[in-house]
């Protein structure tokens, strides 16, 4: 996207535009058909011999069609009240408050 910042060529943006419209189209149809056939494969393992329904698989095909994520933390606050965003820093400052944390505890 980037790239249709700097491009000064209305015709290339606008080309480049549909392409990516295209490129959209194709990946949605193809993540709707794959979702479909997971969902059609699991239904038949849903229904019992009974044709009952089976919730626990159903729960399962919940995470499958949409996982959770988890955002680690991206800042965190030092003794001054400061806030580190660096990646190495956050790894030192974590390290750090937790000897702090862990100080009083005998290791055996």
């Known amino acids: 996207m980037e790239f249709l910042n700097v491009c000064s060529c209305p015709d290339t943006k ?4 549909a392409d ?4 959209e189209e194709h990946l949605s149809k193809h993540i709707a058909d794959k979702n479909a056939i997971t969902v059609k494969q699991h239904i038949k393992s849903v ?3 009974e044709e009952k329904f089976n919730n626990i698989q159903f729960w399962k095909l919940k995470g499958k ?3 959770k994520t988890v ?13 580190i965003t660096a990646p190495e ?20």
């Not at 955002?71 to 806030?83: F, H, Q, T, W, Y």
């Open 14 to 17: 606008n080309r480049v535009t």
């Open 20 to 23: 990516i419209g295209l490129i």
């Open 47 to 49: 229904e019992t011999t």
């Open 65 to 67: 069609l949409c996982p």
């Open 71 to 83: 955002d680690m933390p991206m800042a965190k606050r030092d003794e001054l009240g400061n806030i």
């Open 89 to 108: 820093l956050l790894k030192v400052l974590y390290a750090e408050t937790y000897k702090k944390r862990l100080r009083n505890r005998v290791m055996s």
